[in-house]
């Protein structure tokens, strides 16, 4: 079944597929449109659709970080973005704005980040949020999780994404003392998110480190380079659908703990969104696609934390367009425009009622068809 | 030998095949074009070719059924389209055909769709068609079927086409009374044919509704985004073969039923349709080829009807170009571009006749090659 | 082993290949150039180079089929193409030279072909041939055999080449008497070369008929509407394979009968080429490639004799641009551009020295890679 | 396993992928990236980076060699090229620098490479090399190396390069005395870097001529035209892995001997890099990624070798563009460009690390995925 290739004498590899690569097949009843529920629920915590931020500065400010709460996603600020380096980002995200395509924008990038992180501004930025009255949730590197973790769980956090392009259970170092996953998350009182990872094995060892939810994928989409740079690039299809095996694995060996799977990666549209849950998603990270909400601190330019990476960036710096309207209309429409981007979750909704599934986790057995 | 793909552990898809992955191979003898017949029957109806227009304002007003009709096809309008929201559509049909690719054609379709629909227009339609002597189809979709099918067939068509997206022999709902196709089927005097649908089971639940003919695919060209908005892309190669599947097995179940299969999606030239009876389609429904022609009602412009939804629209406006010839010319030509839209069924013939067949029945059989 | 693919529910098709999707695979000794030899011979007649002339009048006229046979190659006249229809078709040759991207060129290719053939060029235009002391050949329609044959053998040809898009050695017909190959050509003293053709049974009926050479593929090239128009595509490595089967099978049960196969579509370049004669052509058959040298009636432009077609039109007419060089130059250099469309033959040649293979015979069995 | 398919009957090709084809998966620990090591070692000379460069006059002067060097690379001057045709081919360098898409740049290309090798300038050349106090390699093509073997010797390099398009160990001629590889290398007292080849046995046989590197690969890129000219396209992860079984197999032979793989092919960022040594190379052949240097002698223009054939060049050239920074940011960055062609080896080392892997040798065994 599974398709392993042998590419050259003795060495194999296994065949991947990317959401591109397949289509979602009605095959059963169909029902209304009105019957259909997209809630999901992470620990304690409920949201109206199964939405989490990607944490870059160019679509979680504080503010839409709340506003996403109020719309009934989950908001994820980057605690080592511009919001906790900067008392007054604005200046820098309106410059980044007005960047075109002939500006060296990642060498600016790479400037703007240069400058330190602030403790004192986190805690500003985490009351904020909190005061908005929605699920605070925040982003903080593997590198920087033990430095950091004391101010953010003082600042007070529900959530907290440990994320990386990609995060290991067991990270080896000779010089500093790497990050212990799994003791660091039992000493937590809070859900923590953690990944991304991209097979069964590395999902599967997230899993048993405690993390309520895994990220799947590196986050990548069309300006990201992380396969001209690293040679890695993630078929998503195949990498949930593996990471959906761990958790269902993980809940035999533990006799019923869920993990959550966050598909992060390839997701532009609605119909993205739809196939990404049909692999076994529960939820989906969006980047690029919250960029085009009116709300945006980026003001319609995008780009990856990775992009302004010193040494080694991977992502290119995305231009400031029109937006495409308000996070409402993004989010549930009405679209004007037919081209998957706006009304994403009415999509969805959408493509499970003419499916006949009447939520998220039943969309997950709908079956799929290869054609690329 | 089919291929069922395991695109992550324990999760598995179908592998499906687009009309261009496909071509029809030659095999035996050849034939003089001149003994070809591209004959079809549907019910009572009798047809010179195996066309069915797809019921979009830009090509079906009643003028262009009849006109469809004397050249031996079927049209279809829509009953839930422009003729039957307004007295004369004409001067919105104009300013459609004056639409450039910077307007925001999707608004505009939203707006002019807005009107509701007036039951006395729906008879005045269908009178006029029957006065132009041709067999009388009407489209309505599943959700306003059951309100509007007393005006229609007190109106007095011959043939009913009730069509969505997708349409299921089953239809869930807990605010509506849904409609029950069986039972309105065996309620009706006249032949229906309904879909789309996109698989096997579909189908042939369809099939066991009592319906004459079924819609195979969901009208997708490349103007359509189905697969962009709602994750949705029949691989129509494989989606006819499995509805022939059907209708060979409903055949042997009834002791003789046939339904007919009509596939209405990725068909272009004359070549797709030749394709599109060879993977087993007893006719196709014609939707951007009509556009093309002198008499279309959109004058060149092109849109779906999924085009004007009023939250999720689907389908980009193709603004207008200059038409190709008379319908007469662009059903049998004589064509004088190369490119497979003009004589689209002269061409059907010619491809008969290269592999040797005299009518569209025995061209089923006809051998493929899989080769993208 | 042979790949057959189940499309959908009981309907399979085979898989093709084309020549873009293989390489040769250099996997033995290596040879110095000039120990390589690229002769070919058809029953009587050597030719320096496996090269047949597409009978084109972009390409053919009778002084360049005297000048490709004194280059080594085998030049094909069309007599039904302007040279027979016209005493002299200088001015409409220019005049085509001259026609740019907007003209309606299919349109005046019809009105030129309209006029009708005349006998007595065609005696003329075979003298013409044969004064220049190369092998004559022409080519005529299946169609037109039986009526045109008797001008063209009193005419005095050396072989005989019956071509339509697609041959079969049983054409049906219920109105005109069709030819019987077999017996047509049972009856005649010299070779003939039928076709095309596009598998394996057909391939070998054809070889049943005692034709010398088989034409395999239908001269489908960039401009070419076949895939369009008729649904038709050939993956060439896979049709020249199995015809290869066929004249291995007809071998055997003739006791030795070699017929030669003659691949037609798909070949620009020395590469395609080398690539052809490695799935198992004895020949090629070169259309457009030769419509680049400088002594090509067409002077640039190029179509095929099915772009010309009065009702079904297939294939695009190529505006005429800059002769690459002289035919000379394209057939053996030197190349002073470096994509493959200079010294055709001399790339052929160093590829059958990097392969290490010394005559063409021997190099139909060299190693392929498929990696598309 | 290994997919041999049947492309036409009895006619088979060997499946084989492209490092495009394929990406690296993580999918153990991560580990930090200064516990990394690029470290390499041919016969008695270790390098800090496993580079060697493609010995074009585009990339490499005596300068250059000695700058990469300095830099941890191994460059290669061919003795073939302009440096020892003129005394100073600056001014030849320069003019092909202003040559822009228009100029006939195969011809000039060929003009300037008419020129006569001088011995003299060969022992030159090799001794500014050798001032510059780094490994001195130089490359000869086969046909030449028994001519300037004895100059190239006297003039005292460390490692010889014998480096055609294809190399085999048996090369036939009926006209020259064809060199016996194994007789030769036999002889020497230096490494010797044999290549290119593309298949499992040409490996297996250039290693048993005592070469302590074998090129796999013929350097094809972008510019290369090797596939439209000879039909010779190498699936570079294919027969990289392959050529890493005949490592295997003649270890195991001779009880220890290990052969080195530079993979010259389809290497254009860092992440191909990745991509080569995770297939089993153990170094990478850089060619046009080195012309993008500020050191580079073509100024920012690209040519291969064979680009310059005086009757079958395959190979277009490259006009100069913008440089992208010093050598030492090109292969150390800091990279302020995301599209991997910047801080080539600091990828590399990252990629390792994300994947747990210490050094190169190791990253061998890297998990491989196959997504296209």
Redesign the interface.
């Given at each position: 079944?599974?398709?392993?290739?042998?590419?050259?004498?003795?060495?194999?590899?296994?065949?991947?597929?990317?959401l591109d690569d397949?289509?979602?097949?009605?095959?059963?009843?169909?029902?209304?449109v009105?019957?259909v529920s997209t809630a999901w629920q992470l620990d304690a915590y409920p949201f109206e659709i199964p939405c989490v931020a990607h944490p870059s500065d160019a679509t979680m400010s504080p503010a839409t970080a709340v506003a996403l709460g109020r719309q009934g996603g989950l908001g994820v600020l980057n605690v080592e973005g511009l919001w906790t380096r900067y008392e007054n980002p604005t200046k820098i995200l309106e410059e980044l704005s007005t960047l075109d395509e002939e500006a060296?924008a990642?060498?600016r990038l790479?400037e703007v980040y240069a400058e330190p992180i602030r403790p004192d501004l986190i805690a500003e930025r985490v009351r904020a949020i909190r005061e908005g009255g929605v699920t605070v949730a925040v982003r903080v590197s593997p590198q920087h999780t033990l430095a950091l973790a004391p101010v953010i769980l003082d600042a007070g956090v529900d959530i907290l994404v440990i994320q990386g392009?990609?995060?290991?259970?067991?990270?080896?170092?000779?010089?500093?003392e790497?990050l212990n996953l799994k003791e660091f998350i039992a000493d937590l009182d809070l859900p923590v998110i953690a990944g991304g990872?991209?097979?069964?094995?590395?999902a599967l060892h997230l899993m048993r480190t405690g993390a309520a939810g895994v990220i799947v994928g590196v986050g990548a989409d069309e300006w990201s380079?992380t396969?001209?740079?690293?040679?890695?690039?993630?078929?998503m299809?195949?990498?949930?659908?593996?990471a959906?095996?761990a958790r269902?694995d993980y809940l035999d060996e533990t006799g019923g703990r869920y993990v959550h799977l966050i598909a992060d990666g390839d997701i532009?549209?609605?119909?993205?969104?739809?196939?990404a849950l049909?692999?076994?998603a529960d939820a989906v990270m969006l980047g690029e696609p919250l960029s085009l909400c009116e709300e945006a601190p980026g003001m319609g330019a995008w780009w990856h934390s990775a992009?302004s990476h010193?040494?080694?960036?991977?992502?290119?710096f995305g231009v400031a367009g029109e937006p495409l309207g308000s996070m409402e209309k993004v989010l549930y429409?009405?679209?004007?425009?037919?081209?998957?981007q706006l009304?994403l979750f009415?999509?969805l909704k959408?493509?499970m009622a003419?499916c006949?599934y009447r939520d998220v986790k039943e969309f997950q057995r709908v079956?799929?068809?290869?054609?690329r």
């Open positions: 079944m599974r398709d392993v290739v042998e590419i050259g004498l003795g060495k194999t590899a296994q065949r991947g597929y990317h397949i289509a979602i097949v009605p095959s059963r009843r169909t029902r209304d009105d019957d060296p990642t060498r790479q392009t990609l995060v290991s259970a067991e990270h080896v170092s000779t010089t500093d790497p990872c991209t097979d069964y094995k590395t380079t396969d001209t740079v690293l040679g890695i690039r993630v078929p299809a195949t990498a949930i659908a593996d959906a095996a269902r532009q549209t609605s119909g993205d969104i739809a196939k049909g692999c076994g992009a010193p040494k080694l960036p991977r992502g290119a429409g009405p679209a004007d425009e037919p081209d998957g009304n009415g999509g959408r493509a003419k006949g079956g799929l068809v290869l054609d």
